[in-house]
């Protein structure tokens, strides 16, 4: 197995030619990436992760940007990034391409400082929301290399569409699909913000969900088994907990993970310890392969970076549209 360090992949704005070039020797966390999906606000997280380690030269956050799956949650950017460039009011996306789009957005709502890549393909297909569509059975592009490696299927063989079997199911499907197991296959990218942390010789590496980091699911994609319990409990603000201007005092706000008239927002109060519980486990993870291990994980402080008020409005518009952990 080579080095995950040997594939070249460009920066967004294609001043940098190989991003990953500068990772040899040090230990990188990379993550599949496009703009306005289900999953964006781990961003917080992700922040929060690269801030806590600014001054470990030794470690790296790369965001590779990817444009698979067809809708992204928000209505804007349903038909994938670069119909959102041509669509957005403003027009500061414009004469952008799909990368640069992704850049933009995490940075302008996020202030995220890390490095976005140029855009590569992460799937053999398209992934949809349509019941009946089936991963795998289509052949749309070629998948870059590099994540044909990450993955573990360029060794497989292909089948009559130019396609390696996948060990597959869409969680959206009507009826439910069963994954197939009976022949050599892989699973690809279940949705945007799956994670790869990669040792400093790039020939290992640990595979985290794609919800890990929103704080409601473990490495795994399970929901955490005190998050279903606690999200069941309805939040009961207390009577003096009320403004004169009607409002709920900002304590109780942040406390409670609400917003001034009671509508919880992200990160709710059971999310800030999903995702203080979630920096814990990775920073743990990320300080073995530092070789600097810590017992419990050094976890950053509980101080998180809110997104600007626009994004907070999406995540409350967001809401249930889709079943948690599901929404790619």
């Known amino acids: 197995m080579g080095s995950a360090y040997d594939f070249k992949i460009a920066s967004a704005d294609g001043e940098n030619p190989d991003i990953l070039d500068d990772c040899k020797g040090k230990v990188t966390l990379v993550f599949n990436i496009a ?23 030794d470690f790296q956050i790369r965001a590779i940007v990817v444009d698979d ?18 669509n957005e ?39 949809v929301y349509d019941p009946k569509w089936q991963p795998g059975a289509q052949y749309e592009q070629e998948m870059d290399p590099f994540w044909q490696h990450m993955v573990d299927c360029a060794h497989l063989e292909r089948d009559e569409n130019n396609l390696p079997h996948h060990k597959e199911a869409s969680p959206w499907a009507d009826p439910p699909q069963i994954v197939d197991d009976s022949k050599p296959g892989f699973s690809g990218l279940q ?9 400093r010789d790039g020939q290992s590496f640990t595979r985290y969900a794609n919800g890990f980091l929103l704080g409601e699911r473990d490495p795994k994609g399970e929901v955490f088994p005190w998050f279903i319990e606690g999200h069941t409990e309805e939040v009961v603000v207390p009577p003096d907990s009320w403004q004169e201007d009607g409002q709920i005092r900002p304590e109780v706000r942040e406390a409670l993970g609400l917003d001034g008239f009671g509508n919880s927002v992200y990160p709710n109060a059971l999310q800030r310890r999903g995702i ?53």
């Not at 703009?35 to 030269?57: F, R, S």
């Not at 949705?191 to 040792?199: A, M, R």
């Not at 810590?294 to 402080?301: A, I, L, R, Y």
């Open 35 to 57: 703009a306005g999906c289900g999953n964006y606000p781990q961003m917080i997280a992700l922040k929060a992760l690269d801030e806590h380690y600014k001054d470990e030269d």
């Open 69 to 86: 799956f067809t809708c992204h949650g928000y209505g804007e950017f349903n038909d994938g990034l670069e119909a959102f460039a041509e």
């Open 89 to 127: 009011e403003t027009g500061e996306y414009k004469n952008l391409d799909a990368s640069q789009v992704a850049e933009k957005y995490a940075k302008n709502n996020y202030g995220v400082g890390f490095q976005f890549s140029e855009l590569t393909n992460g799937r053999f297909d398209k992934h």
């Open 191 to 199: 949705g945007n913000f799956e994670k790869f942390l990669i040792s």
């Open 276 to 328: 203080t519980e979630s920096l814990a486990i990775l920073c743990a993870h990320i300080d073995t392969l530092l070789g600097e291990p810590t017992e419990d994980g050094d976890s950053p402080e509980q101080q998180w970076t809110l997104p600007t008020e626009s994004v907070q409005a999406d995540h409350l518009e967001y809401g249930d549209k889709f079943q948690v952990g599901k929404g790619v």
